[in-house]
């Protein structure tokens, strides 16, 4: 199974870009890694999805190197309500099944 | 359209009492997931759905915990005898197709256990 690995926390001041790396060391094949966001007492929320190389949306950019061990999550100019926890998450199929593997999640604190 | 619905919101009660939760996901998601998240921990996955059918129940932390899905609609977590330690926030998710992972999560049900 994939295990996935992100720094605890951060900090960041408005405006700012902020970079969080996740560690995906034994993603397979198939997998496609997702970024998540959530603020508290919410569920999470789809961010951006990537395969490979790089994808860009309205809200963030996601880099992936050729070897996929791991990937950079990337917010343009941060904002205060950017405070939230972000998560990682690679699916994991194994023999017909499918164990999506959250990483601990990076808590990002912007400052004004 | 609606998303994912969970209910109750909070649910109290004593050790030793059976907890059912539910979820109801987005109309047309064939997959639904089940994850537990402690108090500033990540998420935890417990079990995953395509269909009613559950391929994989290694997740599931206990014997105690159960889980059923009726054709693609609502699916029930059941957590029989519980303990304190299964107090947590409990998030259901669906997905348009299994193994995908745009997930649209619930806002969760927070189980505490006295």
């Known amino acids: 199974l994939a295990k996935t690995t992100q720094p605890i926390s951060m900090d960041s001041y408005e405006g700012q870009e902020v970079n969080i790396t996740c560690s995906h060391n034994?993603?397979?094949?198939?997998?496609?890694i997702t970024w998540y966001q959530q603020f508290p007492s919410q569920g999470p929320r789809f961010i951006i999805q990537?395969?490979?190389t790089k994808v860009t949306n309205e809200v963030a950019s996601l880099f992936i190197p050729a070897d996929r061990k791991s990937s950079t999550l990337s917010l343009p100019r941060v904002s205060l309500s950017d405070t939230a926890v972000y998560y990682c998450l690679v699916g994991s199929a194994s023999g017909g099944s499918y164990i999506p593997t959250f990483g601990r999640g990076t808590s990002l604190i912007v400052h004004p | 359209g609606a998303g994912v619905s969970q209910s109750p919101s909070n649910k109290v009660t004593e050790k030793g009492k059976d907890v059912e939760l539910r979820c109801d996901p987005i109309s047309g998601h064939t997959a639904l997931y089940w994850y537990r998240q402690r108090l500033g921990q990540g998420l935890e996955f417990l079990i995953y759905?395509?269909?009613?059918?559950?391929?994989?129940k290694s997740g599931l932390p206990s014997d105690r915990f159960s889980a059923e899905r009726t054709g693609e609609s609502v699916s029930t977590l059941t957590i029989q005898r519980t303990q304190q330690e299964d107090s947590a926030v409990y998030l259901c998710?669906?997905?348009?197709?299994?193994?995908?992972?745009?997930?649209?999560f619930g806002p969760g049900t927070r189980l505490t256990v006295l």
């Open positions: 990537g395969y490979k």
């Open positions: 998710a669906s997905s348009l197709a299994p193994l995908d992972n745009e997930q649209f």
């Open positions: 034994n993603i397979a094949t198939n997998d496609y």
């Open positions: 759905f395509q269909g009613n059918s559950a391929p994989d």
